[in-house]
Structure formats: C-alpha cells, structure tokens
C-alpha cells in the first residue's frame, strides 16, 4: 500500500505544472485582450511589439516547469547564435514537447515573443489557446490536398509588412513519428521508395508544401533557416528498440533525464527556391536527421550512443529567465481568484473565450 501510495505521488508530479499552466490561461487571455482593445488605434507594430513580451511572459513560465521544475539537462550541439534572427526553424516531430523544445532554443537567444508555428487545422479548435495562436501569428494549415498556399502566403506577408520578428516553426513530416504505429512509418517508407527517395528509419519522409511556401513568401525577410534534430535520452527499451518519446505529461514527471538538440544554420542562399527542387534539398536534410539519429540510437560502440556526434554544450537555463514570470501570473491569477467577482470573471473568460475564439477561427483564418 505504502509503495502503491508512492508511485501514485510520483505519477501525480504533472499536476502542479499543468494547474499552473491551464490555470494562468484566463489571466493571461484577458491581459491580452485588453491590451488588443487599447491598441486598435494604434499602428501595427505597437500591437506587435507588447503582444510579443506578453507571449515572453506566458511562455517563460511555462519553461519554468519544462527546465527548472524536471530539472532536465539541455545538450546543444551545433551553432547557435546568440542574436536573435527572422528564421525558420525545422525539426523532426516526435511527440507534444517538441513544441517546447523551440522555445528553449528561442529563449537563449532572447526571441522568446518571436515563436510562432505552422500548426495543424485541428489544434484551432482548443480552447482560449487556439484562438490565441492564430492571433500571435501562428498558421494553421490542411493536410495534402486540402492545403490552402494562398491563405498562408497571405498571413506570412501580412507580418512581413508589419516587421513582425519571425521564429516560424515547422514541422514537415506533418504528424508525429510514433514506433507504436508502425503503419504509418511503413506507408511512409513506400511512398519514399515509389519516389525514388532514401528510405527514412528514424524519422518520417518529409512533405514540402509549407516549407516552401514559408520560405518562398519570406525570402527576403529571413536571415536563414534553423535545420533542427531532436532526440529524448531514454526512449529506448532493454532490446534496443526505438519507443515512444515523451508526453508532456511524462516529461514534467521528470522521466526525460537529457534532452539533445543538434542545429544546423543554413544560409537562404544555400535552399534552392522551386519547389521540386526543394523538395529534394529538404529530404536531404532528413536524411541527414536520420543518419544522426541512427548515431544516436543504433550506434554499434555504446559509447557513441545517447549523443550527437561533435562537440555540445550544457545549456541550463538561469531561473531569473522563468520564475519572474511564474510569480507574476501566479500572482495575478490568484487575486482574480480571491474575490467573488474575480471567481466569475475567471469562469466567463474560459466559458465565453472559448466560444468567441471558436467562433473566430470558424470564419477567420
């Protein structure tokens, strides 16, 4: 029973994070909101510019919980650059924490406010964050032929006009590479051989509509692009089988010991521009993931495994860049919940936030 009652604590160690992080969405929502209310006459860069250190905030305190609070060790390999830059940032996509992953890179280079992703159509639908997403910049987009380029163009050059800092994230393999559903890995495998690419092992063939239209719309906005490879320390069983990476839920229960991080910065100037000739260039650079994965899981001196090949960094975050923002939030949150008038305030933002964002991105992309 005591065992029982143990490993039921232990399980129960997301619980804080995630009250925290869904509890703060309220506040966080209507100091936004008030802040896109006042500055409706103003020009667009002044909305841009607090929007951006408002996301800082919101975003700071959720890597509070993902670095400090799981304690995880953060191994950079590769050029990072210390300046912030108008970049697009590509990484194989494995599972919910990748998303954060950006944000840990993003926050060493102080462009925290400047993250905004290329997110699947259906994530539009969560509530208060889906609306949100859309309005800090965020692109949601369909699947293969349901694609929309000219509503993505569009948006991309909306912020381009504006000066909007550009952190645009993307995944191209479009869905999760999961070992557990090996269906999808194997329909990628075939469909790479029917057209004549290098089959993939570690990660899946990768689809080229969005990248290109990123890049092609922002070419002369961008200072390069971030080709990132994401491997999750311990997600491999007793046989030497690839399993599962971590969920957030897992990872804030602190059963990622490493997380490593290989960047490779790529001059606009090195990407060819049409598209069948990008789509070429980006399964390379997946084959180049694939060739680090295989490294980092298979490699056959044990030594070599759990790591990138070259030389890594260390890169623990400084708790004066999260909990600031942790106190803040909390803070206000609680206040808002200490009054009667606060408690109903705090139900009718998630009740009517999230039936307004609904309705927004039902006729709004």
Same mark, same amino acid.
């Given at each position: 029973m005591l065992l029982s009652l143990v490993l039921h604590t232990y399980s129960m160690r997301y619980v804080l994070p995630a009250a925290v992080m869904m509890g703060t969405a309220p506040t966080y929502v209507l100091a936004w909101g008030a802040w896109r209310l006042l500055s409706a006459v103003l020009p667009a860069r002044f909305y841009r510019e607090v929007d951006d250190r408002l996301y800082t905030i919101y975003q700071s305190m959720v890597l509070?919980?993902?670095?400090?609070?799981?304690?995880?060790?953060?191994?950079?390999?590769?050029?990072?650059?210390?300046?912030?830059?108008?970049?697009?940032?590509?990484?194989?996509?494995?599972?919910?924490?990748?998303?954060?992953?950006?944000?840990?890179?993003?926050?060493?280079?102080n462009a925290l406010g400047h993250v905004r992703y290329v997110l699947k159509d259906g994530l539009k639908w969560l509530p208060l964050y889906g609306w949100y997403f859309s309005q800090h910049g965020g692109v949601y987009v369909k699947r293969s032929a349901k694609f929309n380029e000219k509503e993505m163009r569009e948006k991309l050059r909306a912020?381009?006009?504006?000066?909007?800092?550009?952190?645009?994230?993307?995944?191209?393999?479009?869905?999760?590479?999961?070992?557990?559903?090996?269906?999808?890995i194997a329909d990628s495998q075939s469909f790479a051989e029917k057209e004549g690419l290098a089959i993939l092992k570690h990660v899946l063939t990768p689809r080229v509509k969005a990248t290109h239209v990123a890049i092609d719309t922002m070419k002369d906005y961008l200072d390069a692009v971030y080709d990132v490879t994401v491997a999750y320390e311990g997600t491999v069983d007793h046989k030497g089988q690839r399993k599962l990476a971590p969920s957030m839920t897992e990872f804030l229960c602190k059963e990622c010991p490493r997380v490593h991080i290989?960047?490779?910065?790529?001059?606009?100037? *090195?990407?060819?521009?049409?598209?069948?000739?990008?789509?070429?260039?980006?399964?390379?650079?997946?084959?180049?993931?694939?060739?680090?994965?295989?490294?980092?899981? *298979?490699?056959?001196?044990?030594?070599?495994?759990?790591?990138?090949?070259?030389?890594?960094?260390?890169?623990?975050?400084?708790?004066?860049?999260?909990?600031?923002?942790?106190?803040?939030?909390?803070?206000?949150?609680?206040?808002?919940?200490?009054?009667?008038?606060?408690?109903?305030?705090?139900?009718?933002?998630?009740?009517?936030?999230?039936?307004?964002?609904?309705?927004w991105v039902s006729i709004k992309p």
């Open positions: 509070f919980f993902f670095e400090n609070y799981t304690g995880v060790q953060v191994i950079i390999y590769g050029d990072l650059p210390k300046n912030k830059e108008n970049v697009i940032y590509l990484s194989n996509h494995q599972c919910t924490v990748d998303w954060i992953i950006a944000d840990m890179l993003a926050i060493r280079q912020q381009t006009k504006t000066d909007t800092p550009m952190y645009l994230v993307i995944f191209p393999e479009g869905t999760r590479y999961n070992p557990e559903i090996p269906k999808v290989f960047i490779d910065r790529i001059e606009l100037k *090195d990407i060819p521009e049409e598209q069948i000739y990008m789509r070429r260039w980006l399964h390379e650079r997946f084959e180049i993931k694939d060739k680090l994965l295989i490294e980092f899981y *298979d490699a056959k001196d044990s030594k070599r495994r759990n790591k990138f090949p070259g030389k890594s960094v260390h890169s623990k975050l400084s708790l004066k860049k999260t909990l600031p923002s942790l106190l803040f939030l909390g803070g206000l949150t609680a206040s808002m919940l200490l009054t009667e008038s606060g408690r109903k305030l705090y139900v009718k933002t998630w009740i009517y936030g999230t039936l307004i964002g609904c309705l």
